[in-house]
């Protein structure tokens, strides 16, 4: 496996752009009925979600001049789809679908979330059928979550460098810190005094108290981190009308 060839920066929040290539070419059985449908291309993941039962949530952009119903008739076909609806899109067509878990893309994103990396969406396909993602975090989550990818995905960095999220600091949470966030607040987890503690926040996220906690410490540190920049860079100037 290449090495990640990252300074050492704290506590500071970096990128990498990684190219992932599976064995046999697909990371969930889904990949490969698409791929196998004529006329249809994997274009992009425009959205991916493990979700609390390990099942997965895909949103795919596929280019096809097939039509909503061909579509719908083909995703809905597999075993390991448990549902999937699509639509017409200005770029292409959409086609959302909740799928099994699957190797070895359930063991990807649980590495993310392990490390509270953030992947950006989209996600890019290539011809040979690799992935093209970028993903962020701190220096030391990027080196383990590049470290535990298993021997059965080829890993090729293809670029590295400082992380500024476009989309303000809510992007640079992942889908699992935000979730943790909001159970926190919808609780009174910040009221003065607490209203609730970790060990309820994780009985309504289904995990242990100290993913739970790792996940609230992350978030925190994260949203911290993003509001002191701003600070840095001095104050922003508002109409108001």
């Not at 698409?34 to 959205?47: C, F, I, K, N, P």
């Not at 993602?133 to 470290?147: D, K, N, P, Q, W």
């Not at 021997?151 to 699992?176: C, K, Q």
């Not at 609780?187 to 994780?202: F, K, Q, V």
Request: charged share 25%.
């Amino acid at each position: 496996m290449e090495a990640v060839k990252i300074r050492e920066a704290g506590m500071e929040i970096r990128y990498i752009r990684i190219a992932l290539t599976p064995e046999g070419g697909q990371f969930h059985e889904l990949d490969g009925v698409v791929d196998g449908a004529h006329g249809v291309v994997r274009d992009q993941l425009a959205s991916i979600d493990l979700l609390q039962d390990e099942s997965i949530l895909l949103l795919y952009r596929l280019v096809t001049d097939r039509s909503v119903d061909d579509l719908d008739r083909l995703l809905s076909t597999p075993d390991c789809v448990r549902s999937s609806r699509v639509a017409a899109g200005e770029d292409g067509q959409y086609a959302l679908c909740h799928v099994d878990p699957a190797e070895p893309l359930r063991t990807l994103l649980s590495i993310a979330d392990e490390q509270a990396l953030l992947v950006d969406d989209p996600i890019e396909f290539t011809d040979d059928g690799s992935m093209l993602v970028t993903v962020a975090g701190t220096e030391r989550a990027l080196r383990r979550g590049v470290a535990a990818v298993p021997e059965s995905v080829t890993v090729r960095i293809e670029g590295v460098g400082d992380y500024h999220p476009a989309g303000g600091s809510g992007s640079l949470l992942t889908s699992r810190q935000r979730e943790a966030l909001q159970v926190a607040v919808r609780l009174g987890y910040y009221e003065e005094p607490r209203e609730a503690t970790c060990e309820e926040i994780a009985g309504v996220l289904d995990c242990t108290s100290s993913t739970a906690n790792s996940l609230l410490r992350g978030a925190e540190a994260r949203l911290v981190e993003t509001y002191l920049r701003g600070w840095d860079r001095g104050p922003q100037l508002s109409s108001s009308g």
